[in-house]
């Protein structure tokens, strides 16, 4: 079954950071661009970062550029999001998805991240 | 990197028609043919049901159709389904690999 599977969400302090990983399975990972998209609470989607199937090239949302910085490890199929100086703001679901030439089309469920003191 | 327009909430009785407009800039969707449509259920992952504009993954009823004139991508859905009521999102291609999603849209059935 072609999944991915987030994880490394939680509680952080304002100004602190975190990690997000999204493991995927059932295709060849290092075939794909994959993809970070948030949701805050009762907000729509957004659109985090992008990085190339080899990992040479990575976009962001201009927003985000400085703070945030995705990897990630095709030997073991795993995306990651390092976020950094944290504001309330970034408080949402972050989901990882597969990029299929130029659209979105296998998701991950979420993860939670919470900025709060 | 704006969001695209969307309507806030849209609404239509069973076996009606209903349609999503997502209006953009000549920078993402008046360029390019990669628009897509997401549903989404309250608390779940985003589901795609349109992609390029006007293709359909497989398992996306027939019901669901997508369009663009210029600037503006539309979903139409006919003959609606009280399993329709969800969030729908565009998304388009912005250049640079770079993507700009609409505000969404609130179907009630």
């Known amino acids: 079954e072609v999944q991915m599977v987030e994880s490394g969400g939680g509680l952080v302090q304002p100004g602190g950071s975190l990690r997000l990983s999204c493991a995927a399975s059932?295709?060849?990972?290092?075939?794909?661009?994959v993809t970070w998209v948030r949701q805050a609470p009762g907000k729509g989607l957004e659109w985090v970062a992008n990085?190339?199937?080899?990992?040479?090239?990575?976009y962001y949302v201009d927003s985000m550029k400085g703070r945030f910085a995705i990897s990630r490890d095709n030997a073991q199929n795993l995306l990651f999001l390092q976020m950094n100086s944290l504001r309330a703001e970034d408080t949402a679901v972050y989901y990882c998805?597969?990029?299929?030439?130029?659209?979105?089309?296998?998701w991950g469920k979420g993860t939670t991240v919470i900025v709060s003191s | 990197q704006s969001a695209l327009t969307q309507p806030r909430s849209v609404s239509g009785s069973p076996g009606q028609s209903v349609t999503i407009s997502c209006t953009g800039t000549s920078s993402d969707v008046g360029t390019y043919d990669y628009v897509s449509w997401f549903q989404q259920y309250p608390g779940k992952a985003p589901k795609l049901m349109i992609y390029d504009v006007t293709k359909r993954p497989s398992g996306v009823p027939d019901r669901f159709s997508g369009s663009k004139s210029g600037n503006t991508a539309s979903l139409t859905i006919s003959g609606l389904q009280a399993e329709d009521e969800a969030d729908y999102y565009c998304c388009s291609f912005a250049g640079s690999h770079t993507y700009v999603f609409g505000g969404g849209t609130k179907l009630t059935v």
């Open positions: 998805a597969r990029v299929d030439w130029a659209h979105m089309d296998v």
């Open positions: 990085i190339k199937r080899d990992g040479s090239e990575k």
């Open positions: 059932g295709f060849s990972f290092s075939n794909y661009w």
